[in-house]
């Protein structure tokens, strides 16, 4: 089975720019959660999604968010792009109620 | 809100030898999960270990075992046998069992592990 797969890998954008950041979770799994780590941090929660719907937010500004499809994929979205936002941001997926939450690769982003 | 603080930035150990990552948690709750995770150069984040809050022993993984003080909020990764493979960050993690939100995570700041031949 295919693991949790995220696109795109790295990407550079301007500030001021926005982007989106795709995920496909281990096919079962419906809840889909979205980490950033900036550089020498560990990761800070920012989105969890179960069944399409928003079920957690961490503390991140409106120019963040996302979306869950009907297939369970998930995009991240960040507008206005800040310096600031350069980090690689992971993905995880699970069961909603599982013990254990499997990662992507993560998509390095660069804002420049 | 939880916190996790890992205090060791970096380590290092011999191959073939221990060495022991320390964590440290405050919650006011009473059921929660807590696990290790470590990031390789891959940067892909990968479960080491995880303990359950309401057992008091301590989880076990081949070379990986955890020293869980719930008392003093402590949990402590010891590696042994250490293998050149085991170099990577090393992070600490906390879920509440309550939260309804299901799989978020709370992450320490990491500790390097160095594995030296």
């Known amino acids: 089975d295919a693991g949790v797969t995220q696109s795109p890998t790295h990407l550079i954008k301007t500030r001021g720019q926005h982007v989106t950041l795709r995920c496909s979770p281990i096919?079962?799994?419906?809840?889909v959660s979205w980490y950033q780590q900036v550089l020498g941090q560990g990761p800070q929660f920012i989105f969890q999604?179960?069944?399409?719907?928003?079920?957690g937010r961490g503390n991140f500004p409106d120019r963040f968010s996302a979306r869950q499809f009907p297939n369970y994929s998930s995009e991240l979205n960040v507008n206005a792009l800040l310096l600031g936002d350069s980090a690689l941001y992971l993905c995880?997926?699970?069961?909603?109620?599982?013990?254990?939450?499997?990662f992507g690769q993560g998509t390095r982003l660069t804002v420049v | 809100a939880q916190t996790v603080t890992q205090s060791q930035p970096e380590m290092s150990v011999q191959e073939a030898e221990t060495v022991t990552l320390s964590c440290t948690y405050d919650?006011?709750?009473?059921?929660?999960?807590l696990f290790w995770y470590k990031q390789p150069p891959s940067r892909q984040m990968i479960l080491v270990i995880r303990?359950?809050?309401?057992?008091?022993q301590n989880a076990t993984e081949n070379r990986f075992s955890v020293n869980f003080q719930k008392a003093a909020k402590s949990f402590s990764l010891k590696i042994s046998d250490s293998q050149l493979g085991d170099a990577a960050m090393y992070f600490c993690?906390?879920?509440?069992?309550?939260?309804?939100?299901?799989?978020?995570?709370?992450f320490g700041e990491g500790t390097q592990l160095t594995v030296n031949p």
């Open positions: 995880a997926s699970s069961t909603f109620r599982g013990t254990e939450a499997f």
């Open positions: 096919s079962g799994h419906k809840s």
């Open positions: 999604y179960y069944e399409k719907e928003e079920r």
């Open positions: 919650t006011s709750e009473s059921d929660y999960y």
């Open positions: 303990q359950e809050a309401y057992k008091q």
């Open positions: 993690a906390y879920r509440s069992e309550g939260e309804t939100s299901g799989s978020r995570l709370t």
